[in-house]
């Protein structure tokens, strides 16, 4: 079946623009996760979404980024009047169910690159 | 921030050789896993260790656990070209977040 999508593949924007990034999960799968990597590092939790629950948003770095998952299925990271240090790959994850003991499923990632 | 630290931070070996990695962490947890990912891009979850489980197989790889030093070793057996991959420990600290490491980056050589 069809894994976690996410578009674009790559986004280049000037500082100062705003960005949309979009994550199809696997159908299916409740909860949903943002991860930032920048070059070289580890993956930043960002923010979780789990069924009908608040979000999880004690990751995001600013409130410039701000995420939101309609129907439970597909969502979206905007980051606001971007800055060259948000340059990095953005990785979306989904799980059938919700919790750490559960294999994560990881989009291909959005490479974001702020000029 | 990151819990789990791996060691090395990148590896260099000959085809049909055995790869070994270290992943150091600082709390409890319920368990452990370990990813790959190629060229920068989406992670593959490799396999699961429970806090309670001391040694797991899977196909290639070989991973132990030691709570009591908070440690975990992941070791591939006969590599390929195709291990080649940058690759991550993460640990669940009993929610939903997994903890990331820096990861260790291992290139087999033909």
């Known amino acids: 079946g069809a894994g976690v999508s996410q578009s674009p593949s790559n986004k280049v924007t000037e500082k100062g623009k705003d960005v949309e990034l979009r994550c199809d999960p696997i159908?299916?799968?409740?909860?949903l996760y943002w991860y930032r990597q920048s070059l070289g590092q580890g993956l930043e939790f960002l923010i979780y979404?789990?069924?009908?629950?608040?979000?999880?948003k004690s990751g995001l770095p600013s409130d410039r980024f701000s995420a939101e998952r309609t129907g439970g299925s597909v969502s979206t990271l905007t980051i606001q009047r971007t800055q060259q240090e948000d340059s990095a790959v953005y990785l979306c994850a989904s799980s059938l169910i919700p919790g750490g003991t559960y294999e994560q499923y990881f989009g291909p990632g959005t490479r974001l690159t702020v000029t | 921030s990151q819990q789990g630290e791996e060691d090395p931070q990148a590896l260099s070996i000959q085809e049909g050789e055995n790869a070994t990695m270290n992943c150091s962490y600082k709390t409890s947890i319920n368990n452990l896993q370990w990813y790959r990912q190629n060229s920068g891009r989406g992670l593959v979850h490799l396999i699961l260790?429970?806090?309670?489980?001391r040694e797991k197989h899977s196909g290639r790889l070989r991973v132990t656990l030691d709570t009591s030093k908070k440690s975990s070793s992941l070791l591939i057996t006969a590599s390929r070209a195709a291990d080649t991959a940058s690759y991550f420990c993460a640990t669940d600290n009993n929610d939903y977040k997994l903890s990331f490491g820096a990861g260790t980056t291992v290139t087999v050589r033909a």
């Open positions: 260790i429970r806090s309670n489980e």
């Open positions: 159908s299916g799968h409740t909860a």
């Open positions: 979404f789990q069924g009908n629950s608040a979000p999880d």
